[in-house]
Structure formats: structure tokens, C-alpha cells
């Protein structure tokens, strides 16, 4: 890879995330074009930085901005152009951004080689390279960020939530993963740093986008939907530095011959066979999400917990069956039940009453309250046989109540060993849920679920700790 | 088995399902015992048989009602005695039961072989036998039917939410799975015909429950939670004739060495080996769940969708990654997309715009609306190269609104071929969830989730159409 040229790519996207003016060509006072969506978040959000709209039409302002025919007109550096005009009309508008030395842009314009126009598509690039600017895109939905407030998503807000500002970053090939994975995100209650669309890819790519997320200091978690890889071994270099540095996860599309085949017709991405995939993702320590749900159960471990030393994982639970459960999960996991050091069992029968077995799972009965939970979080996440916990919390018994999740949240924010929650349930539930999230506890609606993710952190805690990180 | 015995076990049953009469043993002023809270969540939900409160401490009314110090004094005809009260007590109150002619008995009392109290246990069948009624427990949390009215669960309604009427009929040997799975139902949206929590199941047991269900006309499908069968033998005879009937669906706890030890230490439940119950299952049509979501996620395309005649699946979308993923997941879970009649792609062709290409997954675009879905509902719904409909909306997208969720439903109401919406998102997507799963359409977050849900219907299918049902 060129060194000078990666720099500079990762750069644009600082002036992506971070633009100190934008300009929106296409903005209208139409609400029904794309343009004014886009301006309108900017403006919703309450963007800090300076908004130029740019409408070839434009007569005075648009939504109570100075409005302008050109960026050429603007006469102040820009810093980011986000297009949304008919694609016939995109090149005349890229050569003024770089007469304008605007510093990157994104195309959010469709209408390039997905529906075969590839000429047109090429001389976008052309363009860009003559000028020395980048573009993300055509055809995506662009970048979002909560914590700088820029949003190009052409999607009204009424129909997807906007994540809170938080640690995971989500890069998508296609926009409809992008937005319904964002609404779930927000919907979850985790929270986002950066959302890249990428769409076509003419220019920045998944090699660029994995490069700047890994740099990035507010990226804690890297999440990706992919179809396929260009660049494959640039790949590799960039995948085997960002892996040491912070997990990265992947959904790929495309993963059976029916679904390469989909996905060729999608976005003209050759798929690739995922054999291979499979054998670099794992030889260099990147996480494969294999369905959407584990894209959300994956991201918020990830997000919150730390490293696991190993895989012995100790269940408490105010449930017997969701215990027995529970154990089946791990095993099914890669993951084992340890037994507990003599020193938790003495204190632990100490203090529990004569009803509750001192074994793993430990089954705390249903009328287990939060002194319970308490002692058993205070002596487990000392045990030094114990690398994880699973905390099961059936809201629907007696003795749990919102005393039970502050124990979960105190001990979530103390012991230094990965935690997880099952508690699955309705509306008193939820409530609770919601608690424990928002304080940085991953909660699952099953034990199945909450096992897979832990086998995902032990397995990326084993790939970081084995590369002494 | 005996004929005799067991069709009086299946009439005990709907002693407990439809009493014309209930006597509640521990009946109590005091908020704090488990006797009030039963009594209470009977008179909330409005039940209109006679309920006799019952304690030995009664004196005049207990919450509004006439009380007695026995059933004996009752002087009238009792359906079912429902028991909480101390273990040590029970013996006595079932004498009473049996002199009384109480028709059956649910002891939710705990503290028998749960807690080696074994003799006191066998004692209480020793009285079932001599009178010859029937018990279900002890240990239990009873039953619930939300037709009758019937609600003998003694945990707080602002707990675990009520589900409406509906056809799923849930039996669990564990209170815990089965008060959270009741309370996910619920949240779910979907609607439950009868509950029943059996525990330690000393005369009524998983073979009687059953029976009773296969035979029960409002049940529509049967789910189990278990950790072990006792009565082996039975279990597959009556599961036999049940599974040619209606869908029996099964999550069994211990299916691995340290969930089956952790099983023995919950129920005392042999657990036995997992590969035999799975051999098992799949002889006689039971469906086998591995986690609590498949559950879930069956319990609900099985109540409200048609058998389906084979395993080709359409996919229709409003957004292409989505179907990509979809696709892969119909191919990872024995089921395949098949090729569009000739017949079918001329009409789409004709009525879809040209960047939609006509092949499946059909990806209808991100701008598809309700008229592209009827169309794609209508064409496809009829084409004989296509068994199912999984329909992927995207209510991000700018086309996709409550009318499409309405040409979902009329469809749904309509097409004699299973149909599953993948709908993953936030408040705005939950809102349109909400009303097409109170229409009787199974909505799913992730393709994943819902072609598991599709393959298990697909496999029960095959084995009832090979039995010529």
C-alpha cells in the first residue's frame, strides 16, 4: 500500500466526522428531495460547524440559510460536499469541488454501475483524482456521528432511531443493513461512534474505512457488513494491526453459492468463497458474527466488557431451569463450568441459607434478592477459578426488583472480569433491562444467546493475549 | 397404560381449566402469603365460578368473601382445591380434600423431595390414591388459562404480563422458565390457551399433560419445557398420536454432561442422553427447540401459518444486503430459493419498475411501496414453484409504511402458503411488528431467526404429509 496515500484517505474522513463547513449539493426547501432530508438533519441535530446549501436553482436561501448556485460561489474553505443530485448531473458537480478544493466527498447520488452505468460511475474517479479529493460512495447513505452531530443520512428520523453517542463503530456495504442495523443499535440502547455507508466504493473502500476505525481513538468496537473484499491482501496487512489494537467484527454477506450469487446481483461484489474467509478471519483475529443477531450480541459484549483470562464461566441464577439451560449453553460454546476455589464455597455457605447447593450453576432459588446476588457477585468475581459471569435475573420472581439490578450494575463496574445478564421478559422486565444496559451491562433474552457472546470475547481475548496484548 | 385412569387424568385437567368451583387452601387478609395473591389475581381477572376461601384461622371473610376453616365445611360440590400452605400442613388439608370429594388438586406448596423431604411427598399421593383424586405439584406454580379465567400463579401480575387468548399451550416442569417464557409470550404478542407448571409431578406428570393437550380442542400447538421423562414408554405412545394431531414443540434441559448433573440437582430429574431423546423426537414429529428463542420464534409461526409442501422458500425485500443475508440463511437451515414460473416473472416483469431485476431474492429497491409488495404477495403467493413467503420489510426505507404492513396482513389472511416478515428496527418498525403480529403474522428480527422457524415448520410438515395428515 502506498503509505502517503492511505494517510490521506484516513484523513478524509476526519473531515467526514469532524467537517468544520459542509457543504449539501442538491439541498431544497422541497421536503420531499433527498437534499432537504439531509440539511434538515444537520439542522435538527444542531450542527455547529458552517452549512452552505447549494441548489444550481438556488435564489436567495433555503431553509433560512444563505443558499448558493455553486460551491464555487462559496468562496470559504469546504471542508465536505455531500451530493445528492440526479448522477447525470454529479460529474459537472464534483469538477467545481475541485476547482473549490473541497476536501472529500460522498456521493449518497445512486444511478452508477448498479444499474450499469459504469462510465459515468468512472468518471466520478477520474475526477477525483485529478483534483486530488476523495469520495465515499456512490450510491450510500453516508456517515454518521453522534458526538460531532454530523448526519447525511437521507432516512427521516421518524423512522430510524439515532443511537447515543458510544463506542461502536458500524461500516456497511449496503444501506439497508446500515439503517435497520443503526435503528436496532439505538433500539438496544448501545451506543455508536461512527456509521460508514460505503455503497459502491469507487474510491474509499473497506481496506480505507478498516484503517481509519482502527486509528480512530473513539472506535472501541469495529463492525462490518460486507459482500466482498477488492483489495484482499491490503486487507489482511490493514485487518492484522486493527485486530491487535481493538476487535473487529464481521458480517458477511454472501456466504452460501445461492447467496454469492445474490449478492453479485446486489452489489456487482464477487463474494468470494468463504472457506478462505473463514481461515483469514480466524487466522488474524477477526470476529465472525454469523447472523444479524449475533452482529448486536457480539457488539455490545465487546463494547462494554473486558477480556476474559479464559473460558470458565460461573452461572448464578434465581431460576433452577434456566440454570440447566444455561450450562447446556456453555458447553454447546466452547465455554466450561468451573468449580468454585474452597475459600468461595465457605463463604458462600455462610452466607446463602441451607436450601441454596454451594455448586456451579448456583442456583440462589426464587426468592433471591439482591444481599443474595450481592455476596454471590462480591465472592465469585474474586474466585480465581472463575474468568466470566453469567447473571441470570428472572425479574418475574419475588425477590428481584430494581435493588437486584444495582447489585448487577455495582459489581458490573468493579469486578474486573467480563459480565453478562439473561433476563428475558415483559414490560417489568424490560424496565430493568433498560437499567442495566444504559450502566454498560450486556443483557440477553437467552442464555443461548449470552453464551455465544462470551465464546466470542474468550475466542478474541485468546487470539490478543497469545500476541501479548 | 390404563384406559380408565388415564381419561379420568385428562378429565382432572379440566377440573383445573374450567372449575365451576374453586377452593383456595390458605386464603389470607395478609398481602404477603402466597394463598392471597392467588385468591386476588382470580378476582381481578374477573373469574364467575363460586371461590371458597379457606383457612384454618378464617373467621367471617377473608377479601370479600365467605371463608371456612375447611372444604369439609363448604357443603358444596368443589371442581379444585388449590394448595398453599406449609409442606408439614398439606397432608391434613388433602384429607379434608379427599373426605370433601374434591374433584383435583394443584399443591403449589413447596419444601417435599425438593428438599429430601421424600416420605412427606409420598404421603400426599398415599391420599390422592385412597380418595381418588388427582394432584398436580407440589412445588408448581399451577395453571392459567386466559379463556376460563383460571389463574393460580402466585406471582404479582406487575411481574409477568398476561398473554392474551390464543393457541399455544405452554407446559414447564420449571416455575422459572415457565413464568419468564409466559411473560416473553406475552410481550411477544402472541396468545396462550393453557399454562401448566407441573413440578415435581408426583401423580399428573409430562405423559398426562400430554394427553390432555393433544386431545384439548383450543390447543393449536403444545410446548414443552423438561428435564427428564419418567414414564418413557408412555411418553412416546401418547406423543405418537399427539404429533399427527397438532405441532409438539420440546426444549429439554441436561442435554449436555453438566447441564444433566445440574438438572438432577434442580428437579432430580434423570436427565438421560440427549442423543436418544433427539433420535426420539425426530421418529415421532416432535420438534425439538435448542434455546429458549427457537421456542419462541417456532411457537409462533406454528400458530398462526399453514403446513408447508415443500422446502422452497421466496424471498421478497425492500432492501438487498438483507436479502443477501437471507438467502444464505435459507441455504444453512435445509431449505432453498427457487426459480420464479415463467408465468410469475412475466407478470413482475411487467408490473415492477426496470431496476428491479425479476429473480429471486426479488429485490424490490429501496423505494418500494405497498403496490410493489401486493404485487410481488399476489404473483408470488400463487406461483407453484414457491411452498413459503419470507418477506423482508425494511420500514427504514422511504417506501415502506403502514400499508405495506397492511398488504403483509392481506395477504397473510389470504395466501394458503406459510408467510414470515423479517422486520428488524426500532420504535417506528416496532409500532408496524406490533400490528402485523396481532393479525397473525410471525415477524421475525433477523432471516436467521425466521428461516429456523421455517425449517421447523417445513420438517413437521414433511412428517405429517408422509402420514397422510
Given at each position: 500500500?502506498?503509505?502517503?496515500?492511505?494517510?490521506?484517505?484516513?484523513?478524509?474522513?476526519?473531515?467526514?466526522?469532524?467537517?468544520?463547513?459542509?457543504?449539501?449539493?442538491?439541498?431544497?426547501?422541497?421536503?420531499?428531495?433527498?437534499?432537504?432530508?439531509?440539511?434538515?438533519?444537520?439542522?435538527?441535530?444542531?450542527?455547529?460547524?458552517?452549512?452552505?446549501?447549494?441548489?444550481?436553482?438556488?435564489?436567495?436561501?433555503?431553509?433560512?440559510?444563505?443558499?448558493?448556485?455553486?460551491?464555487?460561489?462559496?468562496?470559504?474553505?469546504?471542508?465536505?460536499?455531500?451530493?445528492?443530485?440526479?448522477?447525470?448531473?454529479?460529474?459537472?458537480?464534483?469538477?467545481?469541488?475541485?476547482?473549490?478544493?473541497?476536501?472529500?466527498?460522498?456521493?449518497?447520488?445512486?444511478?452508477?454501475?448498479?444499474?450499469?452505468?459504469?462510465?459515468?460511475?468512472?468518471?466520478?474517479?477520474?475526477?477525483?483524482?485529478?483534483?486530488?479529493?476523495?469520495?465515499?460512495?456512490?450510491?450510500?447513505?453516508?456517515?454518521?456521528?453522534?458526538?460531532?452531530?454530523?448526519?447525511?443520512?437521507?432516512?427521516?428520523?421518524?423512522?430510524?432511531?439515532?443511537?447515543?453517542?458510544?463506542?461502536?463503530?458500524?461500516?456497511?456495504?449496503?444501506?439497508?443493513?446500515?439503517?435497520?442495523?443503526?435503528?436496532?443499535?439505538?433500539?438496544?440502547?448501545?451506543?455508536?461512534?461512527?456509521?460508514?455507508?460505503?455503497?459502491?466504493?469507487?474510491?474509499?473502500?473497506?481496506?480505507?474505512?478498516?484503517?481509519?476505525?482502527?486509528?480512530?481513538?473513539?472506535?472501541?468496537?469495529?463492525?462490518?457488513?460486507?459482500e466482498g473484499v477488492k483489495?484482499?491482501?491490503?486487507?489482511?496487512?490493514?485487518?492484522?494491526?486493527?485486530?491487535?489494537?481493538?476487535?473487529?467484527?464481521?458480517?458477511?454477506?454472501g456466504?452460501?453459492?445461492?447467496?454469492a450469487?445474490?449478492a453479485h446481483?446486489?452489489?456487482a461484489s464477487l463474494a468470494g468463497n468463504?472457506?478462505?474467509?473463514?481461515?483469514?478471519?480466524?487466522?488474524?483475529?477477526?470476529?465472525?458474527?454469523?447472523?444479524?443477531?449475533?452482529?448486536?450480541?457480539?457488539?455490545?459484549?465487546?463494547?462494554?466488557?473486558?477480556?476474559?483470562?479464559?473460558?470458565?464461566?460461573?452461572?448464578?441464577?434465581?431460576?433452577?431451569?434456566?440454570?440447566?439451560?444455561?450450562?447446556?449453553?456453555?458447553?454447546?460454546?466452547?465455554?466450561?463450568?468451573?468449580?468454585?476455589?474452597?475459600?468461595?464455597?465457605?463463604?458462600?455457605?455462610?452466607?446463602?441459607?441451607?436450601?441454596?447447593?454451594?455448586?456451579?450453576?448456583?442456583?440462589?432459588?426464587?426468592?433471591?434478592?439482591?444481599?443474595?446476588?450481592?455476596?454471590?457477585?462480591?465472592?465469585?468475581?474474586?474466585?480465581?477459578?472463575?474468568?466470566?459471569?453469567?447473571?441470570?435475573?428472572?425479574?418475574?420472581?419475588?425477590?428481584?426488583?430494581?435493588?437486584?439490578?444495582?447489585?448487577?450494575?455495582?459489581?458490573?463496574?468493579?469486578?474486573?472480569?467480563?459480565?453478562?445478564?439473561?433476563?428475558?421478559?415483559?414490560?417489568?422486565?424490560?424496565?430493568?433491562?433498560?437499567?442495566?444496559?444504559?450502566?454498560?451491562?450486556?443483557?440477553?433474552?437467552?442464555?443461548?444467546?449470552?453464551?455465544?457472546?462470551?465464546?466470542?470475547?474468550?475466542?478474541?481475548?485468546?487470539?490478543?493475549?497469545?500476541?501479548?496484548?
Amino acid at each position: 500500500m502506498d503509505k502517503k496515500n492511505e494517510s490521506y484517505k484516513v484523513k478524509s474522513f476526519e473531515y467526514m466526522m469532524h467537517p468544520k463547513s459542509v457543504a449539501i449539493i442538491g439541498a431544497s426547501n422541497n421536503p420531499d428531495k433527498v437534499g432537504h432530508v439531509i440539511l434538515q438533519n444537520y439542522l435538527d441535530v444542531g450542527y455547529s460547524g458552517k452549512l452552505y446549501p447549494i441548489n444550481i436553482n438556488a435564489n436567495g436561501s433555503i431553509m433560512g440559510l444563505r443558499s448558493y448556485k455553486s460551491v464555487l460561489d462559496v468562496k470559504s474553505d469546504i471542508d465536505l460536499a455531500v451530493v445528492a443530485i440526479p448522477a447525470q448531473l454529479v460529474p459537472k458537480a464534483l469538477e467545481e469541488c475541485g476547482r473549490a478544493k473541497v476536501k472529500t466527498t460522498i456521493i449518497v447520488s445512486g444511478g452508477f454501475a448498479e444499474v450499469g452505468e459504469v462510465d459515468l460511475q468512472d468518471k466520478l474517479l477520474e475526477i477525483a483524482k485529478r483534483y486530488k479529493f476523495t469520495i465515499l460512495g456512490p450510491n450510500c447513505l453516508g456517515v454518521m456521528d453522534p458526538k460531532s452531530r454530523v448526519d447525511t443520512l437521507f432516512l427521516p428520523t421518524y423512522k430510524i432511531d439515532r443511537p447515543r453517542i458510544g463506542g461502536v463503530s458500524f461500516a456497511s456495504q449496503s444501506g439497508a443493513v446500515g439503517s435497520s442495523v443503526l435503528d436496532m443499535i439505538a433500539h438496544e440502547g448501545f451506543g455508536l461512534s461512527k456509521f460508514i455507508s460505503y455503497g459502491n466504493a469507487i474510491d474509499l473502500d473497506e481496506v480505507d474505512i478498516l484503517d481509519y476505525l482502527a486509528k480512530d481513538k473513539e472506535t472501541k468496537v469495529i463492525v462490518f457488513y460486507m459482500e466482498g473484499v477488492k483489495r484482499g491482501k491490503d486487507f489482511i496487512e490493514v485487518a492484522k494491526r486493527a485486530t491487535l489494537e481493538k476487535p473487529v467484527i464481521v458480517i458477511k454477506g454472501g456466504t452460501t453459492e445461492a447467496g454469492a450469487t445474490a449478492a453479485h446481483s446486489h452489489t456487482a461484489s464477487l463474494a468470494g468463497n468463504y472457506e478462505a474467509y473463514e481461515a483469514v478471519f480466524k487466522q488474524f483475529g477477526i470476529i465472525k458474527a454469523e447472523s444479524l443477531d449475533d452482529l448486536l450480541n457480539f457488539s455490545k459484549i465487546f463494547d462494554t466488557q473486558p477480556l476474559a483470562k479464559g473460558n470458565r464461566v460461573a452461572i448464578i441464577t434465581n431460576g433452577g431451569g434456566t440454570g440447566v439451560l444455561a450450562t447446556d449453553s456453555l458447553y454447546n460454546n466452547n465455554l466450561v463450568l468451573p468449580q468454585l476455589s474452597k475459600d468461595s464455597s465457605t463463604k458462600l455457605r455462610a452466607a446463602m441459607p441451607p436450601i441454596v447447593n454451594i455448586r456451579l450453576p448456583l442456583d440462589m432459588a426464587g426468592d433471591a434478592d439482591d444481599k443474595r446476588f450481592n455476596v454471590a457477585l462480591d465472592v465469585i468475581g474474586n474466585d480465581p477459578n472463575v474468568d466470566a459471569i453469567m447473571a441470570i435475573v428472572l425479574f418475574q420472581t419475588p425477590g428481584a426488583d430494581s435493588r437486584v439490578a444495582a447489585s448487577i450494575m455495582h459489581h458490573g463496574a468493579t469486578i474486573n472480569k467480563p459480565i453478562v445478564v439473561v433476563s428475558p421478559g415483559g414490560n417489568y422486565t424490560q424496565a430493568h433491562v433498560n437499567m442495566m444496559e444504559s450502566s454498560g451491562i450486556p443483557v440477553y433474552t437467552s442464555p443461548e444467546s449470552a453464551a455465544r457472546a462470551l465464546d466470542a470475547l474468550v475466542k478474541y481475548s485468546r487470539y490478543k493475549l497469545a500476541r501479548g496484548r
